[in-house]
C-alpha cells in the first residue's frame, strides 16, 4: 500500500518532526510504504499524490480540515488516516484514535477501514463543527505560538474577551422543513460530539448520517453564562435547543464571524448538511 504522511510542524508543540522516523517504521513494518511531506497551507497537498492509497494527517482539527478540503477540491476519495497532534483533537477522539503520536500511528498501521460522515457548509466540508457567536471562534483568534506556549491555556484570553463582548444574533433557521426565529448568543453544528474536548453533543455519532446542532439563545450576559455553564454540566435548561437534522439554512442580518474546525468559516447565509459516508478512515 503507498501512503502520503502529511504533517503540520504548527501543531502540538512540533512533536511531529521529532517522531517521524519512528512513524514510518511502524508503517513500514504494516507492509505501508510511506513518503512523508510537510503541509504547505498555500498548496493542495495532492498535487503529483493521486495514485496514493492512504493519507495519513499529523495535526488537530484544522489541518485535517485543510487535507480533507484539499482532497475534495480534486475529487479524491481516499483512505484517511488521523495522527492527533493538535490542541483539541475533536474529530480524532469522535472516531476513536488512541492519545499518543505512536500510539495513534500503530492503530492506523493495523487498523480497519470504515465509512463517516463530513459536514459541508456553502461548499466547505467540515469534519468536526461549524459554529459562531460566543467563544466558538476562540480558536481561529489564538495564536500558534501562544498554544505551542501554553496549550489550551493559550484559549483563555480571548475566551474572557468573547465573553465580554458577547451580544445577541438574529437568526431565522429552517430545520426539517420549519422555520423559526431566535435571538442566538451561540451555534454549534456537530459531526463530531465535543468542542475543545467539551463534550456539547453527546448523542453524536459521525456515522449515523445526521448533524447535531446546538443554539443557545440570548438573554443578558449573566442569564445567558448560566444556561450555558448549566447545559455543560448536564442540565437541560430551556435557552439551550437541541437539534437532530441532516440539513439546515440559516439568515441572518448580522455578518458574523463562523469557525470550521478551528479555522475561518464561510459568510451568511449558510447551506449546511450532513454528507452521510463521504469519508473512508481507518483506525
Request: overall charge neutral.
Amino acid at each position: 500500500m503507498k501512503a502520503l504522511l502529511l504533517y503540520n510542524t504548527r501543531s502540538g508543540r512540533g512533536r511531529i518532526a521529532r517522531h517521524l522516523s519512528t512513524i514510518v517504521a511502524i508503517f513500514s513494518e504494516a507492509a505501508i510504504e510511506v513518503r512523508t511531506k510537510q503541509l504547505n497551507f498555500e498548496a493542495n497537498p495532492f498535487d503529483g499524490e493521486e495514485d496514493i492509497e492512504l493519507v495519513i494527517v499529523c495535526g488537530g482539527d484544522g489541518t485535517v480540515n485543510f487535507v480533507v478540503n484539499s482532497m475534495r477540491s480534486k475529487g479524491l476519495d481516499i483512505t484517511l488516516g488521523v495522527i492527533p497532534a493538535g490542541t483539541a483533537n475533536d474529530f480524532a477522539l469522535a472516531i476513536g484514535m488512541k492519545r499518543g503520536i505512536l500510539r495513534a500511528a500503530r492503530q492506523i498501521a493495523s487498523g480497519s477501514t470504515r465509512r463517516v460522515d463530513c459536514g459541508v457548509v456553502n461548499g466547505s466540508a467540515f469534519v468536526n463543527v461549524l459554529s459562531f457567536g460566543v467563544l466558538t471562534t476562540t480558536s481561529q483568534q489564538t495564536s500558534d505560538s501562544a498554544k505551542h506556549l501554553v496549550g489550551k491555556l493559550a484559549y483563555v484570553r480571548i475566551g474572557t474577551r468573547d465573553l465580554l463582548t458577547m451580544h445577541s444574533i438574529p437568526l431565522v433557521a429552517r430545520i426539517n422543513g420549519e422555520e423559526f426565529n431566535t435571538e442566538a448568543a451561540m451555534f454549534l453544528a456537530f459531526n463530531g460530539k465535543s468542542a475543545g474536548q467539551f463534550r456539547l453533543a453527546p448523542e453524536a455519532k459521525v456515522d449515523d448520517g445526521m448533524l447535531d446542532v446546538l443554539i443557545l439563545d440570548y438573554n443578558n450576559m449573566a442569564k445567558t453564562c448560566w444556561s450555558m455553564m448549566h447545559y455543560l454540566v448536564g442540565g437541560k435548561p430551556e435557552a439551550v435547543h437541541y437539534i437532530r437534522t441532516n440539513k439546515i439554512e440559516l439568515i441572518s442580518p448580522n455578518n458574523e464571524r463562523t469557525d470550521i474546525d478551528g479555522q475561518p468559516g464561510p459568510d451568511f447565509p449558510l447551506s449546511i448538511e450532513c454528507l452521510p459516508g463521504a469519508l473512508q478512515i481507518r483506525c
